[in-house]
């Protein structure tokens, strides 16, 4: 059995949501697809905007201005998405641990990923590891995955950008 932290991965998705918002549900059934769900989650009425609003949540926490406010709002997150672990063994996976019940909704189970991921994303490399794009104007979210703590842009689009920008600044 292996433990699934629900780290990186699901912190990236909720970025890769955010700043790309699908415009259906098929669209959002898709992106978690790439970024590594396997599960099936029969569709119901209103799981496009259910999931709307676990990425608009979830972007309060990425605004939160301090580590203290972030952690507020990440466990308020983590309540409503609470259930008992359970084991599964599901699509050739192995058996893990699940943070929440079986049959759960698309947007019960993704709050639930998003949340902890996010959590054990910052209480492991830090809680300065998510905001937003430096370039200004972009407003996309950044994940900071890199091994020095740094990343500060959405893509290498926008780090160039700013570089292009500071060096006029300097001529």
Not at 20 to 39: F, N, S
Not at 128 to 149: E, I, K, S, Y
Request: positive net charge; charged residues 25%; hydrophobic residues 40%.
């Amino acid at each position: 059995m292996h433990l699934n932290p629900y780290g990186e991965y699901a912190v990236l998705l909720a970025a890769s949501l955010a700043n790309d918002w699908p415009p259906d549900r098929a669209g959002v059934e898709q992106r978690t697809r790439e970024m590594g769900m396997t599960m099936f989650f029969p569709p119901a009425s209103g799981d496009h905007a259910g999931v709307r609003r676990v990425v608009d949540d979830w972007l309060e926490i990425v605004d939160a201005p301090a580590p203290e406010q972030r952690a507020a709002l990440l466990n308020v997150q983590m309540a409503q998405a609470a259930a008992y672990p359970r084991l599964t063994d599901h699509d050739g996976e192995g058996w893990h641990l699940h943070y929440r019940d079986a049959d759960d909704s698309l947007p019960f189970v993704l709050r639930a990923i998003i949340s902890v991921g996010t959590s054990l994303h910052l209480v492991t490399r830090g809680m300065h590891r998510l905001g937003r794009c430096a370039a200004d104007p972009c407003t996309n979210v950044v994940v900071d995955v890199t091994r020095n703590g740094r990343q500060r842009f959405c893509s290498v689009r926008c780090a160039n950008r700013a570089a292009v920008r500071r060096h006029r600044a300097r001529t």
